[in-house]
């Protein structure tokens, strides 16, 4: 299973981006997949998840300006990013699980991880 993220970029405070995140290689959909981010120095945290039943959550720091989706047929998930902020510059992650995971926030419950894309608001 590969993830492969796109979108990522550099972006004026107030602007917006769209990150892409495509799943290939695997059998059955993913039951959950979610993007996570982490800024130098912190943690890393989940951002948005999209469940396999079209169910999304958000983080609080993102609710409102941040939208997440995600098309059944080819596997790839969305976040669009609204009204950015200097505090949401980070690396972003893609991450999938093969089973829905049950706490907010816990990479550990996530199988496969993509590589990463930049976001930076100045």
């Known amino acids: 299973v590969q993830l492969v993220e796109s979108g990522g970029g550099s972006v004026q405070a107030g602007g917006s981006l769209t990150l892409s995140c495509t799943a290939s290689?695997?059998?059955?959909?993913?039951?959950?997949m979610a993007w996570f981010r982490q800024a130098p120095g912190k943690e890393r945290e989940e951002v948005a998840r999209?469940?396999?039943?079209?169910?999304?959550t958000y983080a609080y720091s993102v609710q409102r300006r941040f939208f997440v989706s995600r098309t059944g047929r080819d596997n790839t998930l969305y976040l669009q990013m609204n009204s950015l902020k200097s505090e949401d510059t980070a690396m972003y992650y893609c991450?999938?699980?093969?089973?829905?995971?049950?706490?907010?926030?816990?990479?550990?419950?996530?199988?496969?991880w993509g590589q990463g894309t930049q976001v930076t608001v100045s």
């Open positions: 991450a999938a699980a093969s089973f829905p995971p049950l706490r907010w926030s816990v990479g550990g419950q996530y199988n496969y």
């Open positions: 999209k469940d396999r039943d079209g169910s999304s």
């Open positions: 290689g695997y059998t059955y959909s993913p039951n959950c």
